[in-house]
């Protein structure tokens, strides 16, 4: 089984007019990471997931965005395993505001103004007062439009209800590492960067609740390091408690931080301002598994931090070398494969051999929302994870209400191939789209994060 593998990047400073043109110094920066990171993926076994932590355009413009798409996707088929599809997250950073859209707007900067000048014990309540009222809650999430609409190309766009995205990540156990992407820029300001004026962001405790559960694993990921944060005690007391790894971008500075039980990640730049001291381009490359020890559970998690040599102008290994920490985790208790002695049903191999029955049908699946056509990528795998990530007898109820159980062909079969079949039925019977449903509403009713948009309508 082999470990999830993650390419974490962040302030990429995409620039209208500038980035992808002959005036553009970075393009070659940009080269040498592709040609690096596609290297290292291969030695690592191919990577699950591309991870931006922040600030993926300069200046919040429709074109940035544009390019950014394109190149976070050319990046993603460079660095893929050949067996499994990839995903692309980002949360959004400062430089993913239109202030456009607040400058010169009385209400927005009234609202801005109002919710950084809050007692930190009463910024949810303001906030919660802002998003109940529709015109306000427009005023305060308009300048992340653009934003969002490239996010959600992605399928982790930041919206209001909830303030975060989450997808799903299957370890080689058969548990979750559930990906929470945090957004920091509520209330973001050109004047964060001020000694008076930067602990004035807040996440807010709608972002920082997590429900214990079995068999998950938090990863959170945020632009803005803890210490931009007013609500930061609060914040930290929820990480600390719940998020096993957390990523951070914002901050051109790469560091691997141990925090009691878990690991604090700073990405550093893929494009630092040319002008700042220490200019030193970097990335890292993330490897997540879990390890048992004398009857002990262990999150072990590699870094692999990437840094720009300017002699040899190229990516190389920093001379800090790989980091690597084991993590505690409770004893696992599974869900999924209650009743069923000696199987692991939830694992990367089970997903990508029923992906193999039913690909390309299940992946680039389109489905149309306000009026604009957006991509969701790799809707196979989220079906497919989400299907068998629930309990056993969820799966069952499920395969039986779909009609996809053939009692004698299914006689004796192995899991990954019943499971494959019943997927490729679901398929050849025209019901991913009553499929996607059943398994989110399993979702909506034991509490948990589901999706509202449904990527198979009329498939």
């Known amino acids: ?64 965005y544009d390019i950014a798409y394109e190149w976070l996707q050319k990046l993603g088929d460079k660095v893929k395993s050949p067996d499994r599809p990839i995903q692309i997250w980002t949360v959004p950073g400062n430089h993913d505001i239109d202030w456009k859209k607040i400058e010169g707007n009385r209400n927005a900067e009234r609202l801005r103004s109002q919710l950084r000048d809050s007692d930190v014990k009463d910024f949810n309540r303001e906030l919660r007062k802002t998003l109940d009222d529709l015109n306000d809650r427009q005023t305060l999430l308009d300048p992340l439009e653009q934003y969002n609409i490239f996010a959600n190309k992605l399928g982790c766009a930041s919206g209001a209800d909830p303030l975060y995205w989450e ?10 590492l559930r990906v929470r992407g945090l957004n920091s820029t509520i209330i973001s300001a050109r004047a964060d960067d001020d000694q008076q004026e930067k602990t004035k962001l807040v996440l807010s405790s709608y972002q920082t609740k997590f429900f214990r559960e079995d068999d998950i694993v938090f990863m959170t990921v945020c632009h803005h390091p803890l ?18 790894i957390q990523l951070f971008g914002h901050r051109h500075i790469q560091r691997v931080t141990p925090i009691h039980d878990n690991l604090r990640i700073a990405s550093g730049a893929v494009h630092p301002v040319r002008e700042e001291p220490g200019w030193e381009p970097r990335y890292n490359f993330i490897s997540i598994d879990v390890r048992f020890e004398q009857n002990r ?20 290994a920093d001379n800090l070398g790989v980091q690597s920490r084991d993590l505690p985790l409770p004893a696992r208790q599974p869900s999924s494969t209650a009743g069923r002695s000696g199987s692991e049903l939830t694992n990367t191999e089970t997903v990508a051999s029923v992906l193999s029955a039913i690909e390309p049908d299940l992946l680039d699946v389109q489905y149309v929302q306000s009026g604009a056509e957006v991509r ?82 009329g498939r």
């Open 167 to 176: 997808q799903p990540l299957l370890l080689n156990d058969g548990s979750t």
């Open 1 to 64: 089984m082999k470990s999830r593998t993650l390419l974490h990047l962040s302030d990429i400073h995409f620039k209208y007019r500038t980035s992808n043109t002959n005036y553009d110094l970075d393009d070659v920066i940009r080269h040498e990471l592709e040609r690096d990171a596609t290297t290292k993926s291969a030695e690592l076994g191919g990577t699950d997931a591309v991870i931006v932590c922040g600030d993926v355009a300069f200046g919040a413009v429709e074109q940035e």
């Open 227 to 244: 210490d931009w944060l007013k609500d930061r005690n609060d914040v930290d007391d929820w990480l600390n408690q719940h998020a096993r």
């Open 376 to 457: 969701i990528l790799n809707a196979g795998q989220r079906l497919t994870s989400r299907y068998l990530s629930l309990p056993h007898n969820l799966q069952m109820e499920i395969a039986k209400k779909l009609g996809l159980q053939e009692e004698e062909e299914d006689k004796d079969l192995a899991d990954t191939e019943l499971y494959r079949r019943y997927f490729k039925r679901a398929k050849d019977k025209r019901l991913l789209e009553q499929f996607w449903s059943e398994v989110e509403i399993q979702y909506a009713q034991r509490g948990e994060e589901h999706f509202e948009e449904n990527p198979f309508v």
């Open 297 to 316: 559970r262990w999150l072990h998690v590699e870094v692999h931090p990437r840094i720009w040599n300017d002699t040899s102008k190229q990516f190389v």
